[in-house]
């Protein structure tokens, strides 16, 4: 996708922000189609490629909800709805994971043909989005006129790949790091109750961080990155010492309570930088600020996964989590920089 993506910004500049993300609801039903059936490899590989250029393409509904906002003079309520969105999509989420182990267990389709079952109805849904049409818009082709990347968007850019990266590579690695702690003094079936349990208190952790952001952001407003930066570290440093503390019962208390604020950041984080962006660029540059965050943040997870796994060919998770507790460090000095940039612009 790496590759694919100049490809792909032709392809999304030729037929605009709607088109494109009905483009990207087809292009999640044939992965989702392809992984299900898929009996081999290159069938389930192809699924894969489809499902992240999917992403690509659905990131464009942040465009089209901006520039519907814009046009109502609504735009200050974006965030509000991308919170609104994500709380939908976290309940929604958590209901799925209480439910889709136990269906899993009952046969490995069942979960798949519920995943497809959506794929369809997003299909007819995706034809009642609306994309309003100013008068005398301006075509500019993009391919031909470079966007300005100011010191602040490449921070943002930056920020981005880092810190999604960590959260995204955190809460998969935690989650094996808490297994691996649990299987030291308990039994297999215990640590599958238990782990559902983590997972469960997680979920709704993240409905609850969705419901409450927008108030938290009303309140603090520029500050709401240093809080986010700082809940990254806290994260990880409760893992490391609930992994080395020796009542084990309670390191994975705070192993677990680690786990969790991964999922209480995640969409805030994701909703704010897209708005943070959207703000500091101009409307017809949009299109091109939304494909360049998904470009940088596979870049980033790229980059970071390969140093996980050369990390893992010589030692264990416990190195991983102390290395992402580095990198949430390095994140903090680039939100530094960022609140500086926007308390100058705010005063000037």
């Known amino acids: 996708m790496l590759l694919l993506n100049p490809l792909v910004m032709k392809i999304i500049n030729k037929i605009g922000a709607l088109n494109s993300v009905r483009v ?8 989702a189609f392809l992984i299900t059936t898929g009996n081999n490899y290159l069938t389930i590989l192809i699924g894969s ?24 003079k609504e735009e200050d309520r974006h965030l509000e709805y991308e919170s609104r969105g994500s709380l939908i999509y976290a309940v929604v989420t958590m209901f799925t994971a209480f439910i889709s ?5 009952i046969n490995p389709y069942i979960p798949m043909i519920g995943c497809l079952t ?30 300005k990347i100011t010191h602040l968007i490449f921070l943002i850019l930056l920020l981005f790949a880092v810190c999604y990266s960590i959260i995204d590579l955190g809460q998969n690695n935690s989650k094996l790091f ?3 702690k649990l299987t030291s003094f308990l039994t297999l079936e ?19 961080a969705n419901y409450f952001f927008i108030k938290i952001y009303e309140k603090y407003k520029s500050k709401i990155l240093s809080i986010i930066g700082y809940s990254l570290l806290i994260s990880f440093t409760l893992i490391l010492i609930g992994n080395f503390i020796s009542f084990k019962i309670f390191g994975i208390i705070l192993m677990s309570i680690g786990f969790c604020v991964f999922l209480a950041i995640r969409d805030p ?15 017809s540059d949009h299109k091109i600020m939304m494909n360049k965050l998904n470009f940088t943040r596979k870049v980033g997870k790229l980059i970071i996964s390969s140093l996980i796994t050369l990390i893992l060919l010589k030692d264990n998770l416990t190195y991983v989590m102390i290395f992402l507790l580095g990198l949430s460090c390095f994140s903090l000095v680039i939100v530094y920089e960022i609140y500086k940039i926007l308390k100058k612009k705010k005063y000037a």
Do not use: H
């Open 24 to 31: 990207g609801v087809i292009l999640l039903f044939l992965g």
């Open 49 to 72: 490629i489809l499902y992240e250029a999917y992403a690509y393409f659905k990131k464009m509904d942040t465009v089209l909800l901006r520039k519907n906002l814009e046009f109502l």
């Open 101 to 105: 182990g136990f269906l899993f267990n």
């Open 118 to 147: 959506f794929c369809v109805i997003n299909l007819f849904l995706v034809n009642f989005l609306y994309e309003v049409k100013t008068p005398k818009e301006k075509k500019v082709k993009k391919d031909k006129r470079k966007v």
């Open 178 to 180: 808490i297994q691996y």
């Open 190 to 208: 215990n640590v599958s109750i238990i782990l559902t349990v983590i997972v469960s208190a997680s979920r709704i952790t993240r409905v609850l």
């Open 269 to 283: 984080f994701d909703n704010y930088i897209k708005e943070l962006l959207l703000d500091n660029t101009t409307p």
